[in-house]
């Protein structure tokens, strides 16, 4: 039987009657004064769910404008864009019970009427359905929402090394896709505890991927799964190698992934564009720790930044592509690389000029001379290219001081070595 929408008033018990005989006062009160969860928000309207319902993909909207959409003959999570291969919408009633107790209580801060002690059981707990353990995590998403020092504390209660382990420890069994829906939505959560937390609370509970078994599963999921979960793990490396007491679990990672290199390529050539920036990011973190290059490089990933060079659109990810080329051509195989791809140089000409006001040109101009300095094959190839007049007419542009200053550097490079 499907229930009616939340109607619980919002009135505070101490509320006096003339602010009760004026609802609409109130409400516009209480929208200045308070700030609504983000998981309380229907992502199509973005106001507060009336009477929450969730897709086959994970994702939760208000039940009137979901059917909306689908009755437009969308057959996409709006969010997600994934296909639905089931229209059908399940009632979601824990995020409805937190509402109503949030409205309630005049929306002061979420309590979820219980201890966490036993939240956290919940998704300990073996005899609980996936559905119930995917509630509970809905539970703790809401609350790591709230604020800094609330993540803080669930971490210290152990939720980080709870999650992670339900994720990695037991990745062969996730398989189904109900469990997809579950890894998708226990990342999330690690990722906004990681995005709060102090490193020497998160690191700890990250070095659970010195165990063998735990690099296997992250590997086996950033194969297999969806792109939200391929997000998310994207921004889990990121993580990893931003704190130097976990930069070790980096080069771990690709040390141990057969064929990692390739798939850290796979993002590049998607038409997602979350899960595209996302995994350039990663490169870019990867990239950053100085063991990981020569891997990284022998795997194919200089090749894998050209072809996304080349594509026809200029964007911030070609920014990054740049900039995570100019880390790695310190490395003579990424400059050996760069001159056996028949498109290595040619990319890098067509970044000169042509996004000199997105800041491409520097870094550009930063490659070019790392290639050439010491390469007359590269020399010769760039100003085959028509590099010299490239050079000029960046010069006449109105790109930065320091640009130009590395234009004059390259352009004095090239002529002194002309002949």
Same mark, same amino acid.
């Given at each position: 039987m499907q229930s009616g929408p939340i109607? $619980?008033?919002?009135?505070?018990?101490q509320a006096t009657s003339s602010r009760r005989s004026c609802p609409l006062a109130m409400r516009e009160d209480l929208d200045q004064e308070v700030v609504i969860p983000h998981l309380f928000r229907c992502p199509i309207s973005l106001d507060v769910f009336t009477d929450p319902v969730t897709l086959c993909t994970g994702q939760t909207y208000d039940r009137p404008n979901i059917e909306r959409w689908l009755q437009l003959g969308n057959l996409t999570c709006p969010v997600t864009m994934q296909r639905l291969q089931d229209p059908s919408?399940?009632?979601?009633?824990?995020?409805?019970?937190?509402?109503?107790?949030?409205?309630?209580?005049g929306r002061q801060p979420v309590d979820p009427g219980r201890p966490l002690i036993a939240l956290k059981h919940d998704l300990e707990s073996h005899e609980n359905t996936l559905t119930e353990k995917l509630h509970a995590l809905q539970e703790v998403r809401l609350l790591s929402d709230e604020s800094k020092s609330r993540c803080s504390y669930l971490i210290r209660m152990g939720f980080l090394s709870l999650l992670l382990e339900l994720v990695f420890g037991q990745a062969q069994s996730l398989k189904s896709s109900q469990s997809q829906v579950f890894v998708e939505e226990a990342l999330a959560c690690v990722i906004s505890l990681l995005e709060a937390a102090d490193e020497p609370e998160s690191s700890w509970s990250i070095n659970m991927f010195k165990e063998e078994s735990k690099l296997a599963s992250f590997h086996e999921l950033f194969r297999g799964g969806s792109s939200i979960t391929k997000t998310s793990l994207c921004r889990l490396i990121e993580a990893i190698?931003?704190?130097?007491?976990?930069?070790?679990?980096s080069t771990l990672l690709v040390e141990n992934g057969t064929n990692f290199s390739n798939e850290l390529m796979v993002p590049l050539y998607q038409n997602d564009e979350v899960l595209l920036e996302a995994g350039l990011r990663a490169i870019r973190s990867l990239c950053s720790v100085q063991a990981n290059r020569d891997a990284l490089v022998q795997g194919g990933l200089l090749d894998g930044l050209v072809a996304h060079i080349q594509d026809v659109t200029v964007g911030s990810t070609h920014l990054m592509a740049m900039a995570t080329l100019e880390q790695i051509?310190?490395?003579?195989k990424a400059r050996e690389a760069l001159l056996d791809n028949p498109n290595g140089i040619k990319s890098l000409m067509?970044?000169?000029?042509?996004?000199?006001?997105?800041?491409?040109?520097?870094?550009?101009?930063?490659?070019?001379?790392i290639v050439c300095e010491n390469s007359?094959? $590269?020399r010769e190839a760039a100003i085959g290219f028509g590099v010299l007049t490239q050079l000029l007419l960046l010069l006449q542009s109105q790109c930065s001081g320091r640009t130009k200053t590395r234009a004059r550097v390259l352009l004095k490079l090239l002529r002194s070595k002309e002949g």
């Open positions: 109607t $619980a008033s919002v009135h505070k018990p919408v399940v009632p979601n009633h824990t995020l409805r019970h937190l509402i109503e107790q949030w409205t309630l209580l190698c931003s704190s130097p007491q976990t930069q070790e679990i051509l310190g490395l003579e067509k970044m000169v000029f042509r996004v000199s006001d997105l800041e491409g040109s520097e870094s550009a101009v930063s490659c070019l001379t007359l094959r $590269a």
